[in-house]
């Protein structure tokens, strides 16, 4: 496996892994979780991030094959990594660890001195992954999905 920068080719893989994330995690309905994947990875909208210098998405790819993906911003010397999103049959396998500690090295290449992340509540997967990748939550707040608030857990480390 190897990370690399995601290109505009990736798109449909990266949507795909998103869905298919969304609908094995059942935080949400599935109508939701393909509301919400249409909605925050319209293909322009993800397009224009993985071609801006300010937005991070790198993908994990096995044998040119993308499995894995992260979405991350920089803010000052905060990194945040959005989403970080491995194909469900892939979990467990060492993907996610080594996709976000790459990600946190690039974002550590721009500046950042903390890397924050964020997860549904609900979702003690994504919970448990973060922690034991050396995260504690800092906060909790509330995104808005399909027009609903979901409470959010925000975790935190160091570069």
């Known amino acids: ?11 449909p893989a ?18 939701t979780a393909t509301e919400t994947v249409e909605e925050w990875y319209d293909e322009s909208k993800l397009g224009a991030d993985v ?12 044998r040119d094959a993308v499995i894995g993906f992260s979405h991350a911003v920089v803010h ?23 996709l976000l500690e790459a990600t946190c090295e690039e974002l550590a290449a721009r500046g950042v001195e903390r890397v924050q992340a964020m997860t549904l509540a609900a979702n003690e997967p994504g919970a448990t992954f ?3 990748n050396g995260f504690e939550r800092a906060s ?12 959010e857990d925000v975790y935190a480390r160091p570069v």
């Open 14 to 31: 990266l949507r795909r892994i998103a869905r298919e994330s969304w609908e094995r995690d059942e935080a949400l309905t599935r109508e």
């Open 51 to 62: 071609e801006s210098g300010d937005m991070l998405v790198l993908v994990a790819a096995m």
């Open 140 to 151: 909790r707040g509330e995104t808005i999905i399909g027009g609903e608030p979901y409470p």
């Open 130 to 132: 973060y922690r034991a």
């Open 1 to 11: 496996m190897h990370v690399r920068p995601a290109t505009l080719t990736d798109i």
């Open 76 to 98: 000052g010397d905060t990194g945040t990594v959005l989403r970080l999103y491995v194909e469900p049959d892939r979990r467990r396998t060492g993907v996610g660890s080594q």
